[in-house]
């Protein structure tokens, strides 16, 4: 009789453990194991966009959220060394101009990705950085003028992406617009772009070029990967619910959690 109550205490307890299980989201048991560290690198050595804050916070909330990552915020360039590194699995820059950095923390810097990190870069992370040849090869682009301030059309050019590919075929916003320059075409992955047709291309700020107006890709340098996204000049851009999901999924991708 014994033996009876024990097993049927056992069985209880196991169709208990399973009901819990069953309760708790798979993403999140996936993630249970491991919880990343992102670097968010925000100094501006130009011009400095008043969407920073929102964008820290909002990177934030993301990684605790998803309990993806956790986040640690910086604008001082000692942050770049081998050993402090070792700490993190992706670096994201919403960054203007030359930053102040040596020649160890930069080699520091682009070996992290390169050994097979993440990077991600945000709007301003492309104005950013013109006088290093190993920097547009890690980002793939440069800013070059931003014709149009407005609400746009943006169009999905690889619909089976992991990163954007939920946004469907096109979508529209309201934000600054970079046009590109020395885009690294031929090793770039285009995500989205600019519709054309849903700005005035007679601006005389217009550039326009073969690759037209890219607006997010991935990149792989050495073994790293890379995303970047030009959108994120507006607050409001940070606050859609669709711009927080792309981020997940971009620093997620770069950090090779997302296949």
């Not at 020395?182 to 992955?189: A, R, V």
């Given at each position: 009789?014994?033996?009876?109550?024990?097993?049927?205490?056992?069985?209880?307890?196991?169709?208990?453990?399973?009901?819990?299980?069953?309760?708790?989201?798979?993403t999140a048991m996936a993630r249970s194991h491991k919880k990343a560290h992102l670097l968010f690198f925000t100094l501006s050595a130009g011009f400095k966009h008043a969407s920073i804050p929102t964008a820290v916070q909002v990177i934030?909330?993301?990684?605790?959220?998803?309990?993806?990552?956790?986040?640690?915020?910086?604008?001082?360039?000692?942050?770049?060394?081998?050993?402090?590194?070792?700490?993190?699995?992706?670096?994201?820059?919403?960054?203007?101009?030359?930053?102040?950095?040596?020649?160890?923390?930069?080699?520091?810097?682009?070996?992290?990705?390169?050994?097979?990190?993440?990077?991600?870069?945000?709007?301003?992370?492309?104005?950013?950085?013109?006088?290093?040849?190993?920097?547009?090869?890690?980002?793939?682009?440069?800013?070059?003028?931003?014709?149009?301030?407005?609400?746009?059309?943006?169009?999905?050019?690889?619909?089976?992406?992991?990163?954007?590919?939920?946004?469907?075929?096109?979508?529209?916003?309201?934000?600054?617009?970079?046009?590109?320059?020395?885009?690294?075409?031929?090793?770039?992955?285009?995500?989205?772009?600019?519709?054309?047709?849903?700005?005035?291309?007679?601006?005389?700020?217009?550039?326009?070029?073969?690759?037209?107006?890219?607006?997010?890709?991935?990149?792989?340098?050495?073994?790293?990967?890379?995303?970047?996204?030009?959108?994120?000049?507006?607050?409001?851009?940070?606050?859609?619910?669709?711009?927080?999901?792309?981020?997940?999924?971009?620093?997620?991708?770069?950090?090779?959690?997302?296949?």
């Amino acid at each position: 009789m014994r033996k009876l109550k024990v097993a049927r205490g056992v069985g209880i307890v196991a169709t208990l453990m399973v009901a819990v299980f069953a309760l708790v989201p798979q993403t999140a048991m996936a993630r249970s194991h491991k919880k990343a560290h992102l670097l968010f690198f925000t100094l501006s050595a130009g011009f400095k966009h008043a969407s920073i804050p929102t964008a820290v916070q909002v990177i934030t909330q993301i990684g605790d959220k998803s309990g993806a990552w956790d986040t640690t915020t910086s604008q001082d360039v000692s942050v770049f060394t081998p050993e402090n590194l070792k700490h993190y699995d992706a670096i994201m820059f919403y960054t203007t101009g030359e930053l102040p950095m040596s020649d160890a923390e930069k080699a520091a810097f682009i070996h992290f990705v390169r050994s097979g990190h993440g990077f991600v870069g945000v709007h301003s992370a492309t104005d950013t950085f013109y006088m290093w040849p190993d920097y547009l090869e890690l980002i793939g682009g440069y800013f070059n003028d931003h014709p149009w301030h407005q609400k746009v059309t943006v169009d999905v050019t690889d619909p089976n992406s992991p990163i954007v590919g939920f946004l469907g075929k096109s979508f529209q916003v309201y934000d600054e617009i970079y046009q590109i320059s020395d885009f690294q075409y031929k090793t770039s992955h285009v995500l989205l772009k600019l519709d054309p047709s849903s700005v005035n291309i007679h601006n005389p700020r217009v550039r326009r070029r073969f690759y037209s107006w890219p607006l997010a890709w991935t990149r792989h340098d050495g073994k790293g990967r890379v995303f970047y996204c030009a959108l994120g000049h507006e607050d409001s851009t940070w606050h859609s619910e669709w711009f927080q999901k792309m981020m997940l999924n971009g620093i997620e991708w770069s950090m090779g959690t997302l296949k």
